[in-house]
């Protein structure tokens, strides 16, 4: 055992293990230590001002799901945009749920989108079910204020995947996407460009957001794709 995961052992938790190994059914039972995000995300920021912790970064795969967490908050830590996006780019093939993918945000991108735009049309194109959900939702968190463009809406629908993390991810950024651009978004509802399960899916998620009007959740009710019937 490292000395990193003997200070990951402090802070196990196992019933919490058990209720995170439910949530993220893609990874072993047995790689949870159940460490609590806030505890995490504190000792992140501590570990960060040690010396050499970039070292563990490098330490790939991790053994436990913990340090895969451990390993996305720490992303936030780099000062330098390319060093970043270098260790972005190292971890992404290991990342094998949605948890860890949505816990990486670094925010030194904040300060360069038209690069990380660029980098989006590249892993969107991936074949790695994390690495597309990567970056889709770093279009939904980087894409849809003040940098929004409305042809980056198509973006999502050029993906051809039946992963259900993926689809749930291009729900959600279709849903943010009705709440902050409703106008061309709409049109993208509208035009039926979806598949049924997620246009339904988006739907779904924009009437349970407080960030769509009551107006346009009754209007939203009237597009819902009715499930086909087998006979």
């Keep these: 055992m490292t000395d990193l995961q003997k200070r990951l052992f402090e802070f196990r938790d196992e019933k919490n293990a058990a209720f995170q190994a439910k949530l993220t059914p893609t990874v072993p039972a047995d790689s949870f230590l159940?460490?609590?995000?806030?505890?995490?995300?504190?000792f992140a920021?501590?570990?960060?001002?040690?010396?050499?912790?970039?070292?563990?970064?490098?330490?790939l795969p991790h053994k436990y799901y913990d340090e895969n967490l451990l390993h996305g908050f720490l992303l936030d830590s780099f000062k330098d945009f390319n060093t970043c996006l270098s260790a972005v780019e190292e971890f992404l093939p290991f990342v094998d749920n949605w948890a860890?993918?949505?816990?990486?945000?670094?925010?030194?991108?904040?300060?360069?989108?038209?690069?990380?735009?660029?980098?989006?049309?590249?892993?969107?194109?991936?074949?790695?079910?994390?690495?597309v959900?990567?970056?889709?939702?770093?279009?939904?968190?980087?894409?849809?204020?003040?940098?929004?463009?409305?042809q980056q809406l198509f973006m999502p629908l050029q993906i051809e995947s039946d992963e259900y993390y993926i689809k749930t991810m291009i729900a959600w950024y279709y849903a943010t996407a009705l709440a902050k651009q409703w106008e061309p978004t709409i049109k993208i509802l509208e035009q039926k460009k979806l598949?049924?399960?997620?246009?339904?899916?988006?739907?779904?998620?924009?009437?349970?957001?407080?960030?769509?009007?009551?107006?346009?959740?009754?209007?939203?009710r009237t597009l819902k794709i009715p499930p086909t019937r087998s006979h």
């Design 100 to 131: 860890v993918c949505d816990t990486m945000r670094p925010k030194i991108f904040k300060k360069h989108l038209p690069e990380i735009m660029e980098k989006i049309k590249v892993w969107i194109k991936s074949e790695k079910t994390y690495t």
């Design 34 to 42: 159940g460490c609590r995000v806030p505890d995490l995300r504190k």
């Design 195 to 220: 598949n049924p399960w997620t246009h339904n899916k988006t739907i779904q998620k924009a009437l349970e957001s407080y960030r769509v009007t009551a107006e346009h959740k009754e209007y939203l």
């Design 45 to 59: 920021k501590e570990f960060s001002k040690e010396e050499g912790w970039q070292n563990f970064l490098k330490e």
């Design 133 to 150: 959900r990567f970056a889709v939702n770093l279009l939904m968190s980087l894409f849809l204020d003040e940098a929004f463009e409305p």
